[in-house]
């Protein structure tokens, strides 16, 4: 007979899968407060003690059947601790009276073969991997679960969500508050491309509107770049209509002309100019000094 594995071994084991299992599922500690959880918990653990005394009935027959020796052998062995008894089995090597017991009638040039029983411990990583292997193929197939897909627009409309609160719970830029930064670049370039490539063409280049990357400026209202470029698109050009006021017409919001702003700041300052000879309009107006 071979010794069982104590119940508060198998109540932890099984907490151990419930914990992994409802984390799987869920995403996130919250079930942890959930009385299904707890439900869950209770009715494993009350499984597993019926089980376990079941067990000991089972056990208690089988040993009414062993020869005196056998019991006094188990009634020994019950004797040691749990935990060395299960390192033994996967670490500790037979004696050679033990290698003849499991040696294979069977061999090659010397070489024999002994039946010897897989570790505890492997055997459940490798039962537990494939439970949990069927229930994530079960719960992928059938299921929204582990679908990137579903995660994505899940996080998207989150993260959607959230900057809509934050965008309905502060106040708009505005030129006297409105600051250049990197991170407002990429954003910037996309406002451009939907509102300003019509006239001053992609990269800002220049066409029906003037070449956004030179140092000649029609308007120079403000003493710094960022700042010009934000009051024109807010309240457009006096010398040409087709520059209408974008932030007073409601079109673009202070965020959106702080970050274009920045794009357009990025593409005169932080890289070459596009002149006539690559495909930028012919310079207008005058030369600006700006204020750094």
């Known amino acids: ?6 119940v508060y071994i198998t109540i932890l084991i099984i907490l151990t899968i419930l914990f992994i299992v409802f984390y799987m599922f869920v995403q996130e500690a919250s079930f942890l407060s959930s009385s299904y959880f707890w439900g869950t918990v209770a009715i494993s653990v009350i499984l597993t003690m019926i089980h376990n005394a079941i067990g000991d009935l089972i056990e208690n027959e089988q040993f009414k059947k062993l020869s005196p020796s056998e019991k006094s052998e188990y009634l020994e062995s019950k004797k040691k601790p749990y935990f060395k008894g299960l390192y033994e089995s996967a670490f500790k090597k037979q004696s050679a009276t033990e290698e003849k017991d499991i040696l294979i009638d069977h061999g090659f040039d010397g070489i024999m073969e002994l039946d010897n029983q897989l570790p505890k411990w492997w055997l459940g990583l490798f039962y537990f991997g494939l439970a949990y292997c069927a229930v994530y193929m079960v ?5 929204d679960f582990a679908h990137q897909s579903v995660e994505y627009d899940a996080e998207y409309k989150a993260q ?8 309905k719970n502060t106040p708009a830029p505005t030129i006297e508050n409105a600051v250049y930064s990197p991170d407002n670049v990429a954003a910037g370039e996309e406002v451009f491309k939907t509102n300003c490539v019509s006239c001053h063409s992609a990269g800002g280049a220049g066409g029906i509107g003037p070449n956004l990357t030179d140092n000649m400026w029609i308007n120079q209202p403000e003493k710094t770049l960022f700042k010009n470029v934000f009051h024109m698109v807010e309240n457009g050009s006096p010398n040409n209509p087709a ?3 974008f932030g007073k017409n409601g079109v673009l919001t202070g965020f959106d002309i702080q970050n274009v702003a920045a794009y357009i700041y990025h593409i005169n300052q932080e890289q070459p100019p596009i002149t006539p000879a690559q495909g930028g309009a012919a310079p207008q107006g005058t030369p600006a000094n700006w204020e750094k």
């Open 243 to 245: 520059m209408q006021a």
């Open 160 to 167: 959607t969500a959230s900057i809509a609160e934050y965008m």
């Open 139 to 143: 719960s992928y197939w059938t299921t």
């Open 1 to 6: 007979m071979k010794q069982r594995t104590p």
